[in-house]
């Protein structure tokens, strides 16, 4: 499997409109590629609070519209990151988007852990219930996290026993905990013993340099391919089934005892 993390630069000095033509034109350059990802909140900027209300979209909205052709243009499966959504209800949320090579929206994804410790995204945007999966036709499953999401290891364990084998995780992390985002994409691969694919974004938005560094990790633990800081595209040839080759070498996913049954009495 070929992958393409597209590791975007948000800065304030281009608009919304702009940046979205910007990653389309990004994504179909990908063309040959399985699987191109891009970064959480790239439209807005996931620090960018007071931006969120007035460029919220509904799900099939400008976005969809043009991360659905530049798919079916490239032929891809893409996972679109994630935009700030205004669901029915008007509530804001932070959902992820995944298409298909036809340029069909074959998932979403509401974020579950919202960043903010009773400020910012955790106020402002509503909560994800649900853990989703994506199957990649016969080829692997991808499991859908973002960013906040990967110190959550209980939710990485959700998605392995529905099946994931590839967690993708778009985030907008910021440079000043850079080393936490490097920490906990590898240790969620080890501990599920699957492929991590974490795509950061690059600039500064909303006075908040970002880490950058995206990164693509193998289930043991090993890093297949990371980027600097800056804007650019991350692309990796992976083998899917060094997930069931690891899983059968070393069976500790066999030896869990904790959460799989509910507790007695």
């Not at 519209?65 to 994630?82: C, I, P, Q, T, Y």
């Not at 995204?121 to 036709?137: D, I, K, S, Y």
Request: charged share 25%.
């Amino acid at each position: 499997m070929r992958a393409s993390l597209i590791q975007i630069a948000v800065n304030e000095d281009e608009t919304v409109e702009a940046r979205r033509l910007r990653a389309a034109a990004l994504v179909r350059e990908q063309a040959g590629a399985d699987l191109v990802v891009l970064p959480e909140l790239w439209t807005t900027g996931a620090f960018a609070f007071e931006e969120f209300d007035s460029a919220a979209e509904p799900l099939r909205g400008p976005t969809h519209e043009a991360m659905a052709k530049a798919a079916s243009d490239a032929g891809v499966w893409l996972h679109a990151g994630s935009i700030p959504e205004r669901g029915p209800d008007g509530r804001l949320y932070n959902t992820s988007l995944v298409f298909s090579p036809a340029g069909d929206i074959t998932a979403s994804y509401r974020k579950i852990h919202r960043f903010g410790f009773d400020k910012g995204e955790a106020v402002l945007m509503g909560a994800g219930r649900e853990p989703v999966t994506v199957p990649l036709a016969d080829t692997t499953t991808l499991g859908v996290a973002t960013c906040y999401d990967l110190r959550f290891p209980e939710l990485f364990r959700a998605l392995v026993d529905a099946g994931a084998e590839i967690l993708v995780v778009p985030a907008g992390w910021p440079e000043r905990r850079r080393p936490h985002w490097t920490l906990l994409a590898q240790a969620r691969a080890v501990e599920n013993q699957a492929f991590v694919l974490a795509c950061g974004t690059a600039g500064t938005h909303a006075g908040v340099p970002q880490a950058g560094h995206s990164i693509v990790v193998d289930p043991w633990g090993e890093v297949l391919a990371e980027a600097g800081p800056d804007e650019e595209v991350l692309t990796v040839e992976f083998d899917p089934a060094k997930v069931a080759r690891t899983r059968e070498q070393f069976p500790a996913l066999k030896d869990r005892v904790l959460g799989l049954e509910p507790p007695r009495g």
